[in-house]
């Protein structure tokens, strides 16, 4: 699904920012990936979704080489994967509503069943209640569940989560995860960057570990 | 779609532009239609040698009528020259000639018109051929027909046309570049759609599409603005000439643009403005195609 074959990743002459990072992530496999503020996770993330480009080694992701991926590609690699970024990305001039059902009016759904498939989304994250407000009137918690609701949505291979639950209280940092392993069993493959130790304990799963740009650590808990 | 204040300006900066454009090439086309009006109210006068019969003139008038380009050619009788002379004197010659006097004065002659298709030049060159064709009938004494004048405004009708393309032209360019710029600033601020869109898979095209749509809105709504606000004030302007009573052969000539001068402005304007936001679309979404970290 997803394999770094010494990826490095260098911004300006010398600032190495990912350093000779390795491992391979299967279909269907959840993994967490932490590190300190700096280490180098969302830059990863802009790797796998061909937002940067691979100083050196090579990147595969769903079976394409990124170095090799022609510019109109991008886009249809990008609809399999789910994005959850940090800074949730909404737009502020559409509706929760609208905001989720986005993913589906790319890939040309059918009114109908995108009707039925965001009321239902809305509803596993819990957000019913506020799918006729804009986001800019939404908690930080809300936003992000909008954010997640919109990653799930079209029901991707991949879905790429930076901090997904930075904002959410424990509670509903558990529903939130429970929710994921839901959609992993079903063959999701998750990488999902987190500094949140406590989500990581509740589960066994796979961790990878990033320090100032390199990988230090491949491990299951 | 929504309308913020961005937007709105956007709409008026094109609107302006566009009422700015078409109403330079209005006064263009009239200050044209101006000088042709001169120049169509020019006639050629033969006057002709004293004492001659009225079958030796109608042979002349037959010959005149069959040349190139001739639409009439009418014999000036004395009487009626005279009188025409004597009102445009009015009473500065009260007292001093006659009547008689002065239409002994007078030689007769031979008005000629020539059809109003002809443009300065073609008109020129028209008179210059008819006076040498008729120089050399026996009856002619003189001939004219402004020829030095027509030359004077010839130069003037050339240098306006030249001048009025090259401004057409120059307006044109700064105008798709304002509009351009605009759009550049409207497209800064929709960063984050960009992004977003580029994030679920949006291709760049129905991004470009996007915006494409808005500033085809705009530019359609714009120039049925500008035209139908350009009209208005036109016919407004036009009855208020009309009343004043000043230069009326000129008032009555007066005309919006026509049809396929409409057609030719509103391709020009579509051409320039929209390929030039396209271009400008096309290079700010693939700069903002990226994820910032705001
Ligand atoms: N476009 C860029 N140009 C230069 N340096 C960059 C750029 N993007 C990231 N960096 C640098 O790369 C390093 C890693 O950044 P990154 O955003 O990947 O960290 P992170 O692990 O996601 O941190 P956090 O947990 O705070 O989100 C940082 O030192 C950052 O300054
Ligand atoms: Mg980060």
């Not at chain 1, 180098?40 to 790797?47: A, I, P, Q």
């Not at chain 2, 009239?30 to 009225?54: H, P, R």
């Not at chain 2, 035209?227 to 016919?235: C, D, G, I, Q, S």
Request: proline share 2%.
């Amino acid at each position: 699904m997803i394999e770094f074959k010494h990826v490095y990743k260098t911004y300006g002459a010398d600032r190495h920012t990912l350093r000779d990072i390795s491992f391979n992530i299967n279909k269907g496999e959840f993994v967490f990936l932490t590190g300190p503020s700096g280490a180098g996770k969302t830059t990863l993330f802009k790797l796998i979704s061909a937002y940067e480009k691979i100083s050196s080694g090579e990147v595969f992701v769903l079976g394409h080489s990124l170095a090799k991926l022609k510019k109109g590609q991008i886009p249809f690699l990008r609809r399999k994967i789910g994005f959850v970024l940090q800074n949730y990305k909404l737009l502020k001039n559409k509706t929760v509503y609208e905001n989720v059902e986005l993913p589906l009016v790319i890939l040309d759904v059918a009114q109908k069943e995108r009707e039925q498939r965001v009321t239902e989304m809305l509803r596993q994250v819990g957000l019913e209640t506020v799918k006729d407000q804009y986001p800019d009137y939404l908690s930080g918690g809300e936003q992000q569940r909008v954010a997640i609701a919109r990653a799930l949505i079209h029901e991707p291979e991949i879905i790429i989560a930076d901090e997904p639950t930075g904002n959410l209280d424990p509670e509903l940092s558990k529903t939130i995860l429970n929710l994921f392993f839901e959609f992993s069993k079903k063959g999701v493959t998750f990488l999902v960057a987190t500094h949140d130790y406590r989500l990581i304990d509740k589960q066994k799963c796979r961790l990878l570990k990033v320090d100032n740009g390199q990988l230090v650590e491949d491990a299951v808990v | 779609m929504k309308l913020n204040s961005l937007k709105i300006s956007l709409f008026i900066i094109i609107t302006l532009s566009i009422t700015l454009i078409i109403s330079g090439l209005l006064v263009y086309k009239n200050f044209v239609g101006f000088l042709g009006a001169w120049n169509q109210s020019n006639k050629m006068n033969i006057y002709l040698k004293v004492d001659t019969t009225e079958s030796e003139r109608n042979k002349l008038i037959a010959f005149i009528k069959k040349q190139k380009s001739v639409s009439s050619a009418e014999l000036v009788d004395r009487n009626k020259a005279g009188l025409n002379f004597q009102s445009s004197l009015k009473e500065f010659s009260s007292g001093l000639v006659t009547m008689d006097e002065l239409i002994d004065l007078i030689p007769e002659s031979i008005e000629v018109d020539l059809e109003n298709s002809l443009s300065l030049q073609e008109r020129d060159q028209a008179f210059a051929a008819l006076a040498q064709s008729v120089q050399e009938q026996p009856l002619v004494e003189e001939i004219n027909y402004g020829a030095t004048w027509i030359k004077k405004f010839e130069k003037i009708d050339q240098v306006f046309r030249s001048a009025g393309i090259f401004a057409f032209l120059v307006l044109l360019v700064s105008i798709s570049y304002l509009v351009a710029l605009m759009v550049r600033i409207y497209i800064d601020d929709s960063k984050q759609e960009i992004e977003i869109y580029s994030l679920i898979g949006a291709t760049r095209w129905s991004i470009y599409q996007l915006f494409l749509k808005d500033v085809f809105i705009f530019l359609c709504v714009s120039l049925v603005v500008s035209f139908v606000v350009l009209f208005a004030a036109f016919t407004y302007i036009k009855s208020k000439l009309v009343t004043s009573g000043l230069a009326e052969t000129f008032i009555e000539n007066m005309s919006f643009l026509s049809f396929n001068e409409i057609t030719f402005v509103v391709f020009m304007l579509f051409v320039f403005i929209y390929v030039n936001c396209f271009l400008t679309i096309q290079s700010s979404v693939n700069r903002l195609n990226q994820i910032s970290n705001e």
